[in-house]
């Protein structure tokens, strides 16, 4: 029995030595020191011995075991030391190697131009207002003194979601206005910038979905000079101060009198090309005075206070500000056109 545990003792440490990973030493392990390892199986003729051999024996076998512990320890030891060498190695970083190019974002044109718009407004003292883009017919025209009936009512223009026309697809963020006019108190200035929907075909200019920046004032004494100072302010800190600008007299439900603000052609000056329609100018915005209606119909007295709105097409303004000459490019996603912003 000296002899087999000797023996035993002998293969198996070298053995240990010669293991290469943790799963062979793990193997190792079970094969001499398990339940039904060859350790155990030398251990069972313990009782075929002598009283006076069983306790050298018994020495002997238990000598082994701790040899053959302390060599799995070792050898696991060692066998993770070197797994993290070749870790450390395999993710080692050389510092002095030039780093690579990782592109950065930028802001999209038409984002910046309302961060600008707003900047600029909030520098005059307005605040910036929200309402929902699905909107009750009754705040998008009915509260905006357009009756049914109206022209802007019809299923042509509008995306209705119901066939009483009762909700829509705001056209206008105009029913902000109102929702403020309803729950602020006086003075207001506010401006409401947001996407809004209409029926439009697709051209240089026209978007079936496009965004629009709105604005608000009601306090006593407003008049139309307040109007075109506060517009004229807009154009020339987004455009300079040479830009010229062109207020025709018009027609909106909402607002008595009403006008529309036309921007000269940034791309002929004037001149007339596809982008202008010919005329060398470009519709800009719609504004007015508020109407005695819609002030009424949100509980505020027209004989007292008076006030001015207007609506501007944000892609407009980022075509002015940038030089685009054709809307969707805004919508197409294209890097190679973005980037240059």
Known sequence: MKEELQKLRAESLAAIQQ?????????LRVKYLGKKGELTAVLKQMGTLSAENRPVMGKLANEVREELAEALETGRKKL??????????????????????????KQHPLTKVIDEAK???????????????????????????TQEGHPARDRQD??????????????????????????????????????????DEVDATHSPMFHQIEGLVVDEGITMGD????????????????THTRFRPHHFPFTEPSCEVDVECFECHGKGCRV????????????????????????????????F??????????????????MRL????????????
């Not at 003292?125 to 309402?131: H, L, N």
Request: glycine letters at 10%; charged letters at 25%; a negative charge.
């Open 309 to 326: 709105a207007f609506g501007v097409g944000a892609e407009r303004l980022a075509m002015f500000r940038f030089g685009i000459s054709d």
């Open 330 to 341: 805004l919508f197409e996603n294209d890097i190679r056109f973005l980037e240059q912003f």
């Open 227 to 242: 109007l075109k100072g506060t517009l004229n302010a807009l154009v020339h800190r987004l455009y300079g101060e040479d």
């Open 276 to 307: 202008c329609k010919g005329e060398g100018w470009i519709e800009l915005l719609g504004a007015g005075m508020v109407h005695p209606k819609v002030l009424e119909g949100c509980g505020i007295d027209s004989d007292r206070y008076s006030g």
């Open 158 to 199: 509008t995306f209705y979601f119901d066939n009483k026309d009762s909700v829509c697809l705001r056209t206008q963020t105009s029913p902000v206005q109102v929702r403020v006019m309803e729950t602020q108190p006086l003075p207001i200035r506010i401006i409401s910038p947001g996407r809004v929907y209409r029926k």
């Open 19 to 27: 293991a290469e990973n943790s799963e062979a030493l793990e193997a």
């Open 119 to 145: 900047e600029i407004f909030i520098g005059m003292g307005f605040a910036v207002a929200e309402g929902p883009e699905v909107e009750l017919s009754e705040y998008n025209f009915t509260r905006l003194n």
């Open 80 to 105: 993770n030391d070197r797994a993290l060498e070749f870790r450390l190695a395999a993710e080692a970083v050389d510092v002095t190697v030039p780093g690579g190019f990782v592109p950065v974002g």
